[in-house]
């Protein structure tokens, strides 16, 4: 029985891993533990005892407000960041995928392949604020079980459009723009410190086109409740095409990049 | 049908207005070991990708094992092997996990794959490091691993471009061994070089390149034959003195390449050239009398040397 070539390409990836795992695993648990403290904790008793509006966040502490949206901020991070540099040696530092266009591998397989092995690393991040939001009563819901697979989204979402970017790069000069100027201001204006209605109308706009915006509310939800059948499923089309176009983008840079 | 291993016809490459091949033919028989000549920017890299199926041609037709690259890419690419210039190791897995890795881009089965990488590693004489991560090991080192790992899929063709560039002579030598022995199994084998003695040493035939086309055919004795003398006589009178003396070179012997640093004579006997100048009292600071090489038919075809 033939293995199909995405997997065999993410048996490298996998490979790769276990030497980093340990860390991995423990970043996973200890940084939305840190922002969860920092802020939710700290700004939350702020904003709910200090005259904060409950009806605004929908009726729940800010706590849990904020949390919530740590399963998708915390996934995007640690994707975007691992579709750039670490995408990047691939292509030009170690060479590894133009090795890998050298057997009967073909880019596209590598393209689909960067969806199991982003949607893994998407998988272990989410998990890991999944398992410390129940510890908390106020999220500790069945809802994360679902939440976990709408973070996978969100990951993806955000790394395979990144990937496709990389791959077109000769140098990793843009990339920290990436993070400043793509990336962390959805994290600010996407809704994960209080509900997109409260900006001005433009951005508010701006913010509904964002992955990340459609990745908190899937997420906030499916653990707090009040998430309709019908959002949900808007939520996870918009997700849904955003890696369906970083995936077809990912197969056409892949191509030029490598069989040039 | 085609005939070769493979067989290419009028093989262009364009990168926009860049002309990198412009329209090649060339063949390659089976078991041979095929070797493409030339300086850097001759167009010897990008035949070699269109050859492994990992640059579709401009224009012109391309064959290997009777197939199409545009179609099969995926069944040629399953019975080449590919030593690029760069090694393209991953250097964060140990030596051993690199081939077993690689084995699986062939959909080779686990334990089949440890197997051929056991005894690959055996060949090029790395058994003892198969559990050391790549990172540290020599450039000769991680060449020969760039080798084993060509070699797990069993090729039919093992194309190698620049194989020894960059490394040192002792290195070089142990690379020539094993190539060698590659091609006594009967293996064929494609090579690009730009060094003179890696060709004579290892290639059957070769075609010389420059500026993305054929210069020259045939085995590297033919060339020499051809192109060259069978000796020269280097001279060298200080500098600035070199063009005063090259009607004096002329005389004895056939042909003269005039080079900054010094004069080549090419004659069928350096050292009676040599004793008729020093009769007529031209004595140079110092003179050489080597066998004519690839290196002379280079610069006889091009009037240009192959490495600056």
């Known amino acids: 029985m033939a293995t199909p070539a995405a997997i065999r390409i993410a048996e490298r990836e996998l490979l790769l891993y276990r030497r980093i795992w340990r860390e991995n695993v423990i970043g996973a648990f200890v940084q939305p533990f840190l922002y969860l403290v920092g802020v939710g904790v700290g700004v939350g008793s702020l904003v709910d005892d200090g005259g904060g509006r409950a009806e605004i966040l929908g009726d729940v502490s800010y706590f849990a407000f904020y949390a919530t949206a740590l399963l998708a901020t915390t996934t995007m991070f640690n994707t975007s960041q691992e579709a750039l540099w670490p995408t990047m040696d691939g292509f030009r530092w170690s060479n590894a995928f133009r090795g890998m266009i050298g057997t009967p591998l073909e880019p596209r397989d590598l393209a689909t392949a960067f969806l199991l092995t982003f949607g893994g690393r998407a998988l272990i991040t989410s998990s890991g604020v999944a398992c410390v939001l129940a510890l908390f009563p106020s999220t500790r819901s069945l809802g994360l079980i679902g939440a976990v697979p709408a973070a996978v ?95 077809i983008a990912c197969t056409i840079v892949f191509d030029r990049r490598l069989r040039p | 049908m085609h005939e070769g291993v493979i067989a290419a016809k009028g093989l262009v490459k364009r990168f926009g207005d860049l002309v990198a091949v412009g329209g090649v033919d060339f063949t390659v028989t089976p078991g041979e070991a095929f070797g493409f000549l030339g300086p850097n920017g001759a167009g010897k890299t990008s035949t070699m990708r269109m050859i492994g199926c990992v640059s579709p041609p401009t224009a012109g037709d391309l064959h290997l094992f009777g197939l199409d690259p545009r179609r099969d890419g995926r ?94 002579p002792q290195a070089r030598h142990v690379l020539w061994d094993r190539l060698y022995q590659l091609k006594e199994q009967g293996r064929t084998l494609v090579l690009t070089t730009h060094y003179m003695d890696e060709a004579e040493q290892l290639c059957d035939r070769l075609v010389v390149m420059d500026g993305g086309h054929i210069v020259a055919e045939g085995s590297p004795q033919s060339l020499i034959t051809t192109y060259a003398t069978r000796e020269v006589l280097e001279l060298r009178f200080g500098r600035g003195r070199n063009a005063d003396h090259v009607a004096d070179a002329a005389a004895v012997g056939e042909r003269v390449e005039e080079l900054p640093d010094r004069l080549l004579v090419y004659t069928a006997d350096g050292e009676g050239s040599l004793a008729t100048l020093r009769n007529r009292n031209i004595v140079p600071d110092s003179a050489l009398v080597r066998r004519s090489s690839l290196e002379d038919v280079f610069l006889r075809l091009t009037g240009r040397t192959l490495v600056d």
């Open chain 2, 75 to 168: 069944d040629i690419r399953a019975r080449l092997g590919v030593v690029p210039q760069m090694d393209q190791l991953d250097n964060e897995l140990t030596v051993a996990e690199n081939l077993l890795i690689y084995a699986r881009y062939f959909d080779i089965d686990r334990s089949e794959a440890r197997a051929r990488a056991a005894d690959l590693l055996e060949f090029v004489q790395l058994r003892e490091r198969s559990d050391s991560k790549v990172e540290p090991l020599s450039g000769g080192q991680k060449r020969r691993v760039s080798i084993a790992r060509s070699l797990i899929n069993d090729p039919d063709v093992l194309i190698l471009d620049e194989p020894t560039t960059g490394l040192d």
């Open chain 1, 153 to 247: 989204l969100c990951g993806l979402a955000f790394a395979m459009p990144i990937a496709a970017w990389t791959g077109s790069r000769d140098v990793d000069n843009t990339f920290p723009a990436i993070l400043r100027f793509v990336v962390m201001p959805m994290f600010l204006f996407g809704g994960a410190f209080y509900p997109v209605e409260q900006l001005p109308r433009a951005l508010e706009t701006v913010a509904w086109f964002t992955p990340l915006w459609h990745a908190i509310e899937l997420c906030r939800g499916l653990v707090l409740g009040g998430l309709d059948v019908g959002s949900a499923l808007g939520h996870v089309g918009v997700l849904g095409l955003y890696i369906a176009a970083g995936w």
